[in-house]
């Protein structure tokens, strides 16, 4: 088997503020992709900081956080990589943050409570999108 034919591990940067979300989210994704490596940040200062460093192949996020919320955190992220991939996942249905990540670029916009069935499908595109762009 070539290299080539491998699949790359998956890398994601779960991005919420609240505790007990953000541990069921890593729990339940560990769970469904055993071959990837979750890191985790509570704002999206510390969100971009650790994208910096780690370059993780998708970024799941809430919209709204203390310090910098989702919507900054994604035009920062989008600034230092115009193809990075993200999954929004809120509380709130608000049609302003909905368009604004719709312009930013995004895989899934998901409300919460979450539908793990939904976050692994869009975590199923985003990693295709990611292999695609790898490929090029």
């Avoid at 505790?19 to 069921?24: G, L």
């Avoid at 203390?66 to 994604?74: R, S, T, Y």
């Avoid at 895989?107 to 595109?125: H, Q, S, V």
Wanted: hydrophobic residues 45%; charged residues 25%; negative net charge.
């Amino acid at each position: 088997m070539s290299t080539e034919s491998l699949p790359t591990p998956l890398s994601l940067l779960i991005v919420e503020d609240d505790n007990t979300a953000r541990d069921i989210i890593v729990r339940m994704s560990a769970k469904e992709f055993p071959d990837c490596s979750i890191h985790t940040a509570e704002n999206g200062v510390k969100g971009v900081s650790l994208y910096r460093e780690l370059a993780p192949d998708i970024v799941i996020t809430d919209v709204k956080m203390p310090v910098m919320d989702g919507i900054e955190m994604a035009r920062s992220i989008r600034s230092l990589n115009p193809e990075a991939q993200f999954i929004v996942v809120t509380a709130f249905s608000d049609k302003n943050s909905f368009e604004t990540f719709k312009d930013i670029g995004v895989c899934a916009y998901l409300l919460k409570p979450i539908d793990f069935n939904e976050l692994f499908a869009a975590i199923g595109l985003c990693r295709a999108a990611t292999r695609r762009l790898r490929n090029r």
